[in-house]
């Protein structure tokens, strides 16, 4: 299993700035990391704003996905754990590297936006939930502001 | 036939068409057998995070038969259908067959349609295939290729013959892969990696070279880079994705009294513990002034990755490495600790970023259950070259000595 050394360095004010020192494969399956805080963690090209840890619970909210309290604090745990991971991409040298958004594109595969009808508009219908002659149902809509 | 991707969320859902891949097998006159367990949504590694069962991997009933298209892997090692279909977002078909001792086939990104694929991370996904001999998958990878003008990332190149290539051991030379050039992957063999699963490796290789091949070490040093970038993009782009289950056109609906607890109440209980913990780092990772860091920062290692892979293929014909670290563990085993579940993604998740095509395929057993249990070889090829893999693992596999692999728990199977 994994075993997993943590330093965590807690300045009085906020906010914390920390940095994860990436490991090679071969020590990472034990994923052993160091954090140490520093002034600046990021390199030149990104925004030198401060990465705050996730907020599970407005998270949530954003993703519109209701959990419970127990979930709140298990799921956080967890997140918190994966997304410290995620940092050891910070120590990358991306300068000058073009962000690839998949592996190849061979560009402009586009159909004619032209509308057809789907023959078997019966079967989407049987899906839908709530269904009234035409309209999907679903609750009023409660302004928050 | 009911399609739920293993979720609570879609547990009735029918869908209204077939993909554009299922279509294809039935104009052939395949025949659908049946659906096969998954991690839901396809995020997993072991088949756990199903939400209906678990899948008892056939080499022993205690261990996981790998995932996320662990039911489909399971399928044709227990010989319950002679193919199956699968996805591989980041290793989900291959992984599996290296733990269930049967082929697994991920094409290069764009060779099979994705329509009708429900979506994981659209940049990732592809439909791979299963079948007990490589032959059997190349022949179900033939069926299902080709262009479809309802999925804009399918490619428009030509679709060789992958069906009719495999020629029988008779008529093999003393060196059927004489001059074919392999590159080890120097960073799948260091430590970490199960001592079983590295001589098996070595073995494969050494059992190439007899058959003729060349075979040199290659580094590839973005390699360890590729499991948090992965991580990074699968969960943002399925955060976007499975926004779509809100439960208002389909599937189960939470009933509210108000529209956004409607959708928190539905997807609160509609979804399973892994995939609300992608969705919300995901969210994370794509936030105002988080973008650059995470989503962004993983592409630009996409690039690296993509170079490195590229690299080494202008100086080889295909490159091979472990399909996973271990062989299969068991049931429970890594189901609370994340990082170490995915760290057993290492070996596959850098080909899904670089859209190579890869197979997988039996290469020995290692020590564990009543016979033994399977690892498999990974071969990688360059992008649209699955005729080359094709024909490299199946002299592979037929040259190899042994008994087949067929799970002992099978009575009297050929």
Redesign the interface.
Known sequence: ??TRALLAVVTASPPRMIQIK?S????????QRHITTIGRC?SS???P?V?QP?D?SR??E??????TPS?IE??GA??R???D??G???Q?D?SS????????M?GG???EDAPET?E?RE??R?????FDEVY?K?????NKE | MPSTAASRILEHYRPPFDATAVKKIKEMGGIVVGKTNMDEFGMGSTTEASAFQVTANPWDLTRVPGGSSGGSAAAVAARQCMVSLGSDTGGSVRQPASFCGVVGLKPTYGRVSRFGLMAYASSLDVIGCFGSTVADAGMLLHAVSGYDRFDSTSSKQDVPEFDTQFLSMDSFESKPLKGVRVGLIRETLEEGVDSGVRSATQEAASHLEALGCVVTEVSLPSFSLGLPAYYVIASSESSSNLSRYDGVRYGNQVMADELNKLYECSRGQGFGGEVKMRILMGTYALSAGYYDAYYKRAQQVRTLIRKDFKAALDHNDILISPAAPSAAYKIGEKKDDPLAMYAGDIMTVNVNLAGLPAIVLPCGLVEGGPSGLPVGLQMIGAAFDEEKLLKVGHIFEQTLKGSGFVPPTLPNVA
């Open positions: 299993m994994a990436a090679t494969f071969s020590s990472s399956l034990k994923f990021f090209d990104t925004n704003s990465l996730p599970v998270l949530a954003t993703a519109r996905i209701s959990l979930e298990e799921c967890k997140i754990q994966v997304i991971w995620f050891q991409l910070q990358v991306v590297v073009e962000p690839a958004i998949r592996a190849e061979e595969n586009l159909r789907f078997n079967s989407i049987a899906s839908i939930p709530r999907l679903v609750p009023k809509v409660l």
